[in-house]
């Protein structure tokens, strides 16, 4: 079974937490950001992440991570939640500064889809017309997208802890914290206590890594 990803994409991570939190045996592969190529033989489509499971190719993330828990172990139950939405509306107030803030660091902190020039171009070239603007003067912005985004962290809704529900993983988490997690990449933005507690725990439930050691 392979699971085709790239290390930045929070759509990817979904498929990755629950694919190691229900203990599936799958090989994930990291393929270049400009490899149009691999994707296009697989689904016919420049997305990931995509599943390759006995012969079957399938992309879409959600569809992803609910084969990956038909799949994996039975005894690790996905609770159910309902609470992503909320969050996530706070969140999407502030999309174009995190956006501002992520997309010239994911080229920068060293990650395996972006090891090649070609990739970081091809990257760079897409992602800067959706910000209309250069990744150098994203940069130089830092401060003012910290602020709204640190704006945005204190006014979100109680996040439910793995540790407060048996530490078990729920279908909230799935969708919340990709976002949040992809965050620590930012050198010097503060998380408050609780949502620090948060992605702290999911990141060891699911076993996926932050990027507060690579953070510029």
Known sequence: MNLYLYDHCPFCVRAEMVANYKQVNQ??????????????????????????HQGDAMGESLDIAKRLDELGNPEKIIEEGGHAKDVLEVLNQVNF???????????RIGLPEFKTQSA?????????????MSFATA???????????????????SLSLPSDRE???????????????????????????????????????TQTHTYFDKAI
């Not at 970081?120 to 209309?132: P, R, S």
């Not at 976002?179 to 503060?190: D, E, F, G, Q």
Request: some cysteine.
């Open 120 to 132: 970081q171009d091809y990257f760079e070239g897409k992602k800067e017309k959706i910000i209309d």
């Open 27 to 52: 090989q994930n592969i990291y393929l270049a950001n400009d490899d149009e190529e691999s994707c296009y033989k697989l689904i016919g489509a420049k997305v990931l992440p995509i599943l390759e």
């Open 167 to 205: 530490n078990t993983l729920s279908w909230d988490d799935v969708l919340v914290y990709p976002v949040l997690r992809n965050l620590t990449m930012v050198a010097n933005l503060t998380f408050p206590d609780s949502v620090q507690a948060y992605i702290d725990e999911v990141s060891k439930l």
């Open 97 to 107: 500064s995190i956006n501002c803030l992520l997309f010239p660091r994911n080229i």
């Open 139 to 157: 940069m130089d912005q830092t401060q003012e997208h910290i602020d709204k985004v640190e704006n945005a962290l204190g006014k979100l809704p």
